[in-house]
T-cell receptor, first 111, second 114 residues
Framework: AQSVSQHNHHVILSEAASLELGCNYS??????LFWYVQYPGQHLQLLLK??????LVKGIKGFEAEFIKSKFSFNLRKPSVQWSDTAEYFC?????????FGKGTRLHILP | KAGVTQTPRYLIKTRGQQVTLSCSPI?????VSWYQQTPGQGLQFLFE???????NKGNFPGRFSGRQFSNSRSEMNVSTLELGDSALYLC?????????????FGDGTRLSIL
């Protein structure tokens, strides 16, 4: 079955630590990729997206993601996290007219 | 510019009842998508409406239906409610159909089935 996997369901880090959240998908061919974030008490919002071109995508708030086609991955990274990055992060894949979300990763940053 | 508005914010129903949720998109947005969010399954796509027509549909039973009005406002209906329908239902709007433009999400309607 087609799926989007986020390997870590819950991640706890200290401030200034580096972050990498994994996202793998099981589709071949052309895909569009997104990362969404949901801060506590707020609605889902787009963090970054990849459609084509440079596989290293810069998003808001210092986040970036790298599309590695050979590994079917689109991992989210941030070199130094802040307490305000505490949120739930969702990877999503568009293939054709379907959007599939991962189950999310809850990130908790310790002050 | 007002964001996506979903009403009601919270709803409690019992098994067998039906429910209607409402979503008002951002002004000018013509595409409205609905999602179900649960701890176990995460975020799952229900359907998308564009210009009053259902364009895409996820893998949900026929008990889940929707419609879109000429002003782009959308409603989602769930009939014969089951315990497993307890979830946060999110609505998202975008300017046009497809996913090339970012979707703007509402705060959701939390539906609890007793």
């Amino acid at each position: 079955a087609q799926s989007v996997s986020q390997h870590n369901h819950h991640v706890i880090l200290s401030e200034a630590a580096s972050l990498e959240l994994g996202c793998n998908y099981s589709y071949g061919g052309t895909v569009n990729l997104f990362w969404y974030v949901q801060y506590p008490g707020q609605h889902l919002q787009l963090l970054l997206k990849y459609f084509s071109g440079d596989p290293l995508v810069k998003g808001i708030k210092g986040f970036e993601a790298e599309f590695i086609k050979s590994k079917f991955s689109f991992n989210l990274r941030k070199p130094s996290v802040q307490w305000s990055d505490t949120a739930e992060y969702f990877c999503a894949v568009i293939r054709g007219d379907k959007i599939i979300f991962g189950k999310g990763t809850r990130l908790h940053i310790l002050p | 510019k007002a964001g996506v508005t979903q009403t009601p914010r919270y709803l409690i129903k019992t098994r067998g009842q039906q429910v209607t949720l409402s979503c008002s998109p951002i002004s000018g947005h013509r595409s409205v998508s609905w999602y179900q969010q649960t701890p176990g399954q995460g975020l799952q796509f229900l359907f998308e409406y564009f210009s009053e027509t259902q364009r895409n549909k996820g893998n949900f039973p026929g008990r889940f239906s929707g419609r879109q009005f000429s002003n782009s406002r959308s409603e989602m209906n769930v009939s014969t409610l089951e315990l497993g329908d307890s979830a946060l239902y999110l609505c998202a709007s975008s300017l046009a159909g497809g996913y090339n433009q970012p979707q703007h999400f509402g705060d959701g309607t939390r539906l609890s089935i007793l």
